[in-house]
């Protein structure tokens, strides 16, 4: 089981794994070279991040065998499996919002003293360590609720990290990384390689793939595709791999002749809950129809309390005017929004999207339950046939539209979001890092969908941290950086040195 | 992602304890010969509809992730209510007369009077932010304290033919106070599933962010369902009070545990967003016959209590255990 200098740590064969009316994983193979990183890639819904979670301890039910160093070896939980030096990094957040990041780190692990208490000044210096390594500034002794989804998957791997793992298996680790967060975690991957330790990395990003994974593994419709070198399979034969066909044309924008000015956001500014100091500083911009407003800027920039602010969700804490047409309007709640044409999608779709509990055609129907009413009265039958045109317009992939949105694999949720909120036909959409988690077929899908979208007339925000991405969408990209405006540029002088140098902090 | 079947449409979980039930009437009808006489299960009915009731209201509460402590003080202050106006009417001060009020007038007035209190609740509970089981424990001893600054600490009694005839008359063969929790479980059901309202409860409870940001005014959907379950405590009080034809001002005292017993041992998560209103009726039937049925074999009142706290856990691990399979 040599493969070069290396050794297959992890071994996964034959696996299978049956949800209630869906085959999510068949017979599926998988290996784990030591020292190496093994990219996975394959659609939403391919069958992933379930793989991974049979290989961590997270289900327990499966066919199959599991191998560590050649010993077959079944987990009864994870904490099993992070015994054995697995440790997983799951796609969605697990975090506990009202812990410490120390806290979180040290969950159920937590040092002690003699007397058994908690040893918070050795657990506080450990953290540190991890955390100094990732160059995470933020107070350790702070809720992780306080800090931004970029900075809480930053504690998500330092609690990965924490484990001394073996293996280390990444879910899509930087979907919500910026580009600084993610050199330091590809330096952080290249030191514990070094160390031997195995590193399993999925994603969506392709220029990630040659960055840094040596291995790459295709899945598709939970199916074992191929297990190749990535120094000689190219880019293009991954996807092809991936997708079962040839790629559809790469995106390009259509210029539509941009329309009446449609929201103009005037001083908008977000104090913070104590009050001392400003999220968002005195931001002022314009949208039109048929136009799509590319926001860029880095984490913890004031991107998304900027729309949240102007969604109504803060409430008084949020200041500044809103024209609208030929209102003056500043919604204190998101009803208020709504009702002015304003749709926001958000960053986090699992704790802002969705309800995980309801059906797709009840999160679907949600923001505009008034279209499936009939007599005042709830039609069940109309909610499904309008879910059910979405299902098929974006391949949501679910048995059907009756499936329970938490058994969705991350991307379908994500479609099931954008459906939510196209379905209340708005006139300005806001959308919060649209793509995030969505496969290369399904994201060019979404841009194409933006731009017809500003065809027919909307006005369109875009939240992104994906520089070519905002690039190739937009018509005018405005930065942000510390809550404040610091530049705007139209499409012609696009340039990633320009608008990144814009979103960086002057020194 | 191969479909292989369609998911069933039945919830293993309801017939799950709708297998329960069926199998505790067995045990009863086979180890009591009082058990499944038709006085004895009329009894049992209307005995049960009064926890029905509450519990109804209880699982609204408990579907937005909240509780309801104080359902048994409304109860005893709103039959007060209702015998009093019955009584007394509302006297008028200055002169020697009073209004006196209708058998309608009476139930609309005691119904308001718990849908206030409750209405309470909720505002403490959304403007002030006082956490539910302390905003409802507070109701709840403040609405005893009202009873019993209403009646004076006595019982109201002599409500009057028309209510003797609702707590104890027939109707087609079948007790008043059934038909009367059998209306609210019609009309609840249907609220659940077919109103918005409903359907803004359970996304409330399954995650309240998300349904504030799709547009959802969520503290008036909390605020409908304080007041909903105050209302039902209410209706739950009329009955009790007609039953005795007297409203004693310590009536439903404990009627909260009972109800919320109902509620998680009918498989609604105290999470909030998941459970039914029907899976709620089946837990308060298992609850009813297991109460009857300890007092008909005589096992004692001691007993009865130690044996109800574990029919309840086990309910619970159960539930658990078949959910845990993936
Ligand atoms: N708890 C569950 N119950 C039922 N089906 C599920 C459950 N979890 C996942 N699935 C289904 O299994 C399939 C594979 O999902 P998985 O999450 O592994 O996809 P993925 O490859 O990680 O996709 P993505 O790139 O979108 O994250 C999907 O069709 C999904 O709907
Ligand atoms: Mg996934």
Redesign the interface.
Known sequence: MINGTSHIILQAQGITKRWPGVLALDSVYFNVYAGQVNAVVGENGAGKSTLMNILSGTYTEYEGRVLLNGEEIRFKNTADAQRAGISMIHQELNLVPCLSVAENIFLGREPQTPFGTIDYREMYRQAEEILDCLQFTEDIRRPVSDLRVGRQQVVEIAKALSFDARVLIMDEPTSSLSENETTLLFKTIASLTAKGVGIVYITHKMDELTQIANRVTVLRDGRFVSESEVSDTPVEEIIRLMVGRERKDLFVKRSHPVGEKRLEARNVCLRSEEGSKHIVKDISFEAHASEVLGIYGLMGAGRTELFETIFGLHGRRGTGTLLIGDRRVMPRNPKEAIGHGIALIPEDRKTDGLVLEMDIARNIALASLDRVLKGGVLHFRGERAQAEGFRRKFDIKSHSVRQKAQELSGGNQQKVVLSKWLLTDPDILLLDEPTRGIDINAKNEIYRLIDHLAGKGMAIVVISSELPEIMAVSDRIITLCEGRLTGEFFREEFSEEKILKASLPEK | ???????PKFNASFLQHLFALALMVLAMTLLSDKFATADNLFNVMRQISVNLCISVGMTLVILTGGIDLSVGSILAFSGAIAAGLVEWGIGITGIDAFIGFTFFGVVLAALIAGGALGWFNGLMITRFKVPPFVATLAMLTMARGFTMLYTGGFPITGLGYTFAFVGTGWWLGIPMPVWVSIGVIALFTFFM????TG??I??VG??E?????????VRRVKMVVYTLAGVLSAVAGILVTARLDSAQPNAGMGYELDSIAAVVIGGTSLNG??GSIIGTVIGALIIGVLNNGLVLLNVSPFWQQVIKGMVILLAVIIEKAGRK??
């Open positions: 992602m191969i479909p292989i079947a369609l998911k599933r077919k109103t918005k359907r803004y359970y996304a399954g995650n962010k998300a349904t504030r940001l799709s547009g959802v005014n967003g998941k399979k993936d």
